[in-house]
């Protein structure tokens, strides 16, 4: 009788223990929940930027060849307001574009730009930089630069052109990609002189 | 004398002994399955739309900031972080690459307050070497905005400079005398405000030696 009735506060105290730990196991649940929300969001969240680049559709890549022919000089319609040819070109100057894809063969760039500054750029289908000059680092007043790969820079050498050594020889791995030429117009009158100078400029086979 | 036994037996499985982990429960399918979808929903709701976040904020990572311009050394080039890597692509952007000449942004004033188009600006000092310079001013996703005159930019040839070679440019949506540079002809259904300094052939152009130069600074006059 004695140990029956001393029993009895024993168990009250074990069911509050148990309300104590079924109320710590659902806090626990919650932690659980969360932890698996923010570990997939985090999952979702690398995946997504990690893939954008393979899905974008409009890479600078793409968009350009709506400008013209590949492996040729497009020159880019003026940079103004609601019509940007793409997005992020300066409006004090003027561009041209050349998509080219090496498995065609080596290409020749040649230009000659009477400007007092102009660049070029050299871009893979991603949109990294593969090779950048400006007027100044070109050594000449006349851009010749050749750009090919491993494979082809090796068969050329067997049989090089005569100009070789004046041509800045670019061997790249990304078989495609653009150059973009740029060209600053000291004074809108000189604008058609120099959209003329950028049409000439020439993108193609070697010799 | 069994204590073990009574503990852990088939027989008292209901009793509260057991850790709770351990202890049977009635299967709740729908409570489950509501859970889990809860889960698997809020998950990639976070994890996408933070990524779009990031994205469409146009800002990459790994940014050198001088004063109120930020400029990305890395962007378009292999060392790029993924999330430059995606918003220029997914812009279809043709960064100015290092050998061209580097292009610094600014989306606040000098004193850290954002770039507002209906307010004038004093864009005032010098900026490092570079044989050509232009300064262009866009709304805050970096497009061209029409202006009064029909243009939006100056250039470092067509300056009134200081006998000490320093300059100061209003940039203003009204004519200013002097260096005045156009903001949009209509400031209040324009979206922000962005300057864009472009240093064509610039010894700065690599990342490391940006630091310590010294870019103009810019102060807010007055707003409409």
Same mark, same amino acid.
């Given at each position: 009788?004695?140990?029956?009735?001393?029993?009895?506060?024993?168990? #009250? =105290?074990?069911?509050?223990?148990?309300?104590?730990?079924?109320?710590?196991?659902?806090?626990?649940?919650?932690?659980?929940?969360?932890? #698996? !929300?923010?570990?997939?969001?985090?999952?979702?969240?690398?995946? !997504?930027?990690?893939?954008?680049?393979?899905?974008?559709?409009?890479?600078?890549?793409?968009?350009?060849?709506?400008?013209?022919?590949?492996?040729?000089?497009?020159? *880019?319609?003026? !940079?103004?307001?609601?019509?940007?040819?793409?997005?992020?070109?300066?409006?004090?100057?003027?561009?041209? =574009?050349?998509?080219?894809? *090496?498995?065609?063969?080596?290409?020749?760039?040649?230009?000659?730009?009477? $400007?007092?500054?102009?660049?070029?750029?050299?871009?893979?289908?991603?949109?990294?930089?593969?090779?950048?000059?400006?007027?100044?680092?070109?050594?000449?007043?006349?851009?010749?630069?050749?750009?090919?790969?491993?494979?082809?820079?090796?068969? *050329?050498?067997?049989?090089?052109?005569?100009?070789? &050594?004046?041509?800045?020889?670019?061997?790249?791995?990304?078989?495609?990609?653009?150059?973009?030429?740029?060209?600053?117009?000291?004074?809108?009158?000189?604008?058609?002189?120099?959209?003329? /100078?950028? +049409?000439?400029?020439?993108?193609?086979? *070697?010799? | 004398?069994?204590?073990?036994?009574?503990?852990?037996?088939?027989?008292?499985?209901?009793?509260?002994?057991?850790?709770?982990?351990?202890?049977?429960?009635?299967?709740?399918?729908?409570? /489950?399955?509501?859970?889990?979808?809860?889960?698997?929903?809020?998950?990639?709701?976070?994890?996408?739309?933070?990524?779009?976040?990031?994205?469409?904020?146009?800002?990459?990572?790994?940014?050198?900031?001088?004063?109120?311009?930020?400029?990305?050394?890395?962007?378009?080039?292999?060392?790029? &972080?993924?999330?430059?890597?995606?918003?220029?692509?997914?812009?279809?952007?043709?960064?100015?690459?290092?050998?061209?000449? $580097?292009?610094?942004?600014?989306? %606040?004033?000098?004193?850290?307050?954002?770039?507002? @188009?209906?307010?004038?600006?004093?864009?005032?000092?010098?900026?490092?070497?570079?044989?050509?310079?232009?300064?262009?001013?866009?709304?805050?996703?970096?497009? =061209? $905005?029409?202006?009064?005159?029909?243009?939006?930019? =100056?250039?470092?040839? +067509?300056?009134?400079?200081? @006998?000490?070679?320093?300059?100061?440019?209003?940039?203003?949506? %009204?004519?200013? @005398?002097?260096?005045?540079?156009?903001?949009?002809?209509? @400031?209040?259904?324009?979206?922000?405000?962005?300057?864009?300094?472009?240093?064509?052939?610039?010894?700065?152009?690599?990342?490391?030696?940006?630091?310590?130069?010294?870019?103009?600074?810019?102060?807010?006059?007055?707003?409409?």
């Amino acid at each position: 009788m004695i140990l029956s009735r001393m029993s009895k506060p024993k168990s #009250a =105290l074990s069911r509050f223990a148990d309300l104590r730990r079924s109320r710590r196991s659902g806090s626990g649940n919650l932690i659980a929940g969360l932890l #698996a !929300v923010v570990s997939l969001a985090a999952i979702v969240h690398i995946l !997504v930027v990690l893939t954008i680049p393979q899905n974008a559709t409009h890479s600078a890549y793409s968009n350009a060849a709506r400008f013209g022919p590949d492996r040729a000089f497009n020159l *880019l319609p003026d !940079v103004v307001p609601g019509a940007e040819p793409l997005p992020g070109l300066d409006p004090a100057m003027k561009h041209a =574009l050349c998509r080219y894809q *090496l498995d065609d063969g080596p290409v020749l760039f040649t230009a000659s730009i009477p $400007v007092p500054f102009w660049s070029m750029g050299l871009f893979n289908t991603r949109g990294d930089t593969i090779y950048s000059l400006n007027n100044r680092t070109a050594g000449s007043e006349t851009l010749s630069m050749l750009v090919l790969t491993t494979e082809q820079l090796s068969i *050329l050498r067997e049989n090089p052109p005569e100009n070789l &050594d004046e041509l800045i020889v670019i061997e790249t791995e990304d078989t495609e990609g653009f150059a973009l030429l740029r060209a600053y117009v000291p004074h809108p009158s000189e604008a058609k002189l120099v959209g003329k /100078a950028l +049409q000439a400029a020439s993108c193609g086979a *070697l010799g | 004398m069994t204590a073990p036994l009574k503990q852990f037996g088939e027989a008292d499985w209901y009793e509260t002994d057991l850790p709770p982990i351990l202890r049977p429960q009635r299967p709740r399918p729908l409570r /489950a399955l509501a859970i889990l979808a809860l889960v698997l929903f809020s998950g990639s709701l976070i994890g996408i739309s933070s990524a779009y976040f990031i994205i469409e904020r146009e800002r990459p990572l790994m940014a050198v900031r001088i004063g109120p311009w930020e400029t990305y050394p890395y962007a378009g080039t292999a060392e790029a &972080d993924p999330y430059s890597v995606a918003i220029y692509t997914r812009g279809a952007k043709i960064p100015l690459a290092s050998g061209e000449g $580097v292009e610094l942004i600014a989306r %606040t004033d000098s004193g850290g307050d954002t770039l507002q @188009p209906m307010c004038r600006y004093r864009i005032h000092g010098q900026t490092p070497t570079a044989r050509l310079w232009t300064l262009t001013a866009t709304n805050g996703s970096g497009r =061209l $905005v029409e202006t009064l005159p029909g243009r939006s930019n =100056l250039t470092s040839r +067509q300056l009134l400079r200081n @006998p000490d070679g320093s300059f100061e440019i209003v940039a203003s949506t %009204t004519p200013q @005398p002097g260096n005045w540079l156009p903001l949009a002809e209509d @400031p209040f259904t324009t979206h922000g405000l962005r300057f864009n300094l472009r240093l064509y052939d610039a010894p700065v152009s690599t990342g490391s030696a940006m630091k310590g130069v010294t870019m103009p600074a810019i102060d807010r006059i007055d707003c409409l």
